[in-house]
């Protein structure tokens, strides 16, 4: 008798346990699902680009709109380089060797034609070091040596000329509409003094450029002033 009264409270117990834990579980909130997190854009260090015109950003510095006073990349503008007074053309450059009690020392010799392509012409040489020394003293002595020429309104000569300079010899005629017709060092002599119509023919067998260079300035001074019906 008194094993089942025990029994019978061991199973009073037991249901009393199972109907508080169901109260704590209907009564206790239940936990929403974590909701997923939205997709967050991605974002840049230096802001969004502002509204300006091209679609640039114009705070200077990148590969927008150029700054106050800066290029397409930000830094200051440089200025634009000077053209030359005279065109030039090296016609002979040489490597020249000189014996001393040291030894050899060499330095460069250089031959060159400057003008302005507008009738201004000259040759001239220099011997220097280096060869930008040398070019530096071949334009000033191209220089003192400038003539002006005297062109038709066809820029041409107008007339014949035949030049000889020691073993060079030079004929040259107009020939208007025909263009520059010559070869050597006398085809760079009448580009740079402007004359577009001329024919020019060396005599000679000299391959010396400096000496056809020569006999085309000498030839080009034996010109007269055109006549006024001259074309």
């Known amino acids: 008798m008194t094993d089942h009264k025990e029994n019978t409270n061991e199973e009073i117990i037991n249901e009393a346990a199972v109907e ?28 969004p680009r502002r509204n300006t015109p091209g679609g640039r950003d114009s705070r200077g510095g990148g590969r927008g709109a150029p700054g106050a006073g800066g290029d397409r990349r930000g830094g200051p503008r440089r200025e634009p380089r000077a053209k030359p007074e ?14 001393a009690s040291g030894g050899r020392r060499f330095s460069f010799a250089v031959s060159l034609v400057a003008g302005d392509r507008k009738g201004k012409v000259g040759v001239g040489t220099g011997k220097g070091g280096d060869t930008s020394l040398a070019v530096d003293k071949a334009l000033r002595s191209a220089k003192k040596n ?38 050597s060092s006398v085809r760079d002599v009448i580009e740079l003094a402007g004359i577009k119509n001329i024919t020019a023919k060396l005599r000679s067998g000299t391959k010396n450029k400096l000496n056809n ?10 010109l007269k002033k055109p006549r006024a019906h001259s074309k």
Do not use: C, W
């Not at 974590?34 to 230096?46: D, G, I, L, M």
């Open 146 to 183: 400038m003539i002006t020429l005297s062109l038709t309104k066809t820029h041409s000569i107008p007339h014949e000329v035949l030049k000889k300079v020691g073993a060079s010899v030079v004929h040259m005629m107009p020939a208007p509409g025909k263009g520059v017709v010559a070869g």
């Open 20 to 47: 508080a834990t169901e109260a704590v579980a209907t009564t206790a909130p239940v936990a929403a699902p974590a909701a997923a997190a939205p997709f967050a854009p991605r974002t840049f260090s230096n802001g």
């Open 86 to 99: 005279y065109d030039q053309k090296i016609i002979d450059i040489r490597r020249v060797t000189r014996v």
């Open 213 to 222: 260079a020569r006999v085309a300035i000498e030839a080009l001074k034996m």
